[in-house]
């Protein structure tokens, strides 16, 4: 079992560039989560999908889509990339509202 | 104010000796906590969690809660260099049912 696998590991973009953030996960979790994490700040919440079929916005969703393409599948697009989406992305998954959070291992993304 | 506040560190404990990490949170209504560790590149993992006040102990790791203060605080017995990393406290805000994220106490453990 992979768990929660993120693609891809790393990728530069230049500003105006779109891209897609792929997110899978083989532990049958409900709830996926997209979060960003820049230095000197907490996991910043982007946008989630408590179930299939549903996705909401979280503390930070300005600039982003997201599509929660099956259970196993949450993609994260930037459709016109900025410097200040410079960051590291986690997806993660819960089974529920009040379970341990499990992460996958993160996408550094610099965007020049 | 930050819904969650932490001391960003470093925070310097010798190896053996007890690490103390404390977390303050704003939302007075949030019943769950969660203590998540982070090394240097990596993604977070859950050590802990705690919904009573008080304390809650799993082997070398005790959360201590007291929701009147809104304080919930990580504590390590014989600190391991291992046990340098980033420590993220994680409350769950009752509003949304969403993890309110600290940004971190990064813990040195020296030998």
């Known amino acids: 079992n992979a768990g929660v696998t993120q693609t891809p590991k790393f990728q530069v973009l230049k500003t105006g560039q779109s891209m897609t953030l792929q997110c899978a996960q083989d532990?049958?979790?409900?709830?996926m989560y997209w979060y960003r994490q820049d230095p000197g700040m907490g996991l910043r919440l982007i946008y989630y999908?408590?179930?299939?079929?549903?996705?909401d916005k979280g503390e930070v969703p300005n600039g982003y889509n997201v599509s929660r393409l099956n259970k196993r599948e949450f993609s994260l697009r930037l459709e016109s990339a900025a410097p200040s989406q410079t960051s590291v992305y986690f997806c993660?998954?819960?089974?529920?509202?009040?379970?341990?959070?499990?992460f996958g291992q993160g996408t550094r993304l610099t965007v020049v | 104010q930050k819904e969650v506040e932490q001391n960003s560190g470093p925070l310097s404990v010798p190896e053996g000796a007890i690490a103390s990490l404390n977390c303050t949170y704003s939302?007075?209504?949030?019943?769950?906590f969660f203590w998540y560790r982070q090394y240097s590149g990596k993604s977070p993992e859950l050590i802990m969690f705690?919904?009573s006040n008080g304390d809650k102990e799993d082997g070398r790791f005790t959360a201590q809660l007291n929701k009147a203060s809104q304080y919930v605080s990580l504590l390590i017995r014989d600190s391991q260099p291992s046990d340098s990393a980033t420590y993220l406290c994680?409350?769950?805000?009752?509003?949304?049912?969403?993890?309110?994220w600290g940004a971190g106490t990064k813990l040195i453990i020296k030998p």
């Open positions: 994680a409350p769950l805000m009752d509003s949304n049912y969403q993890l309110i």
């Open positions: 705690i919904y």
């Open positions: 532990m049958n979790h409900n709830s």
């Open positions: 993660a998954t819960t089974q529920g509202i009040n379970t341990e959070a499990f």
């Open positions: 999908s408590a179930s299939e079929g549903t996705t």
């Open positions: 939302d007075r209504g949030s019943q769950s």
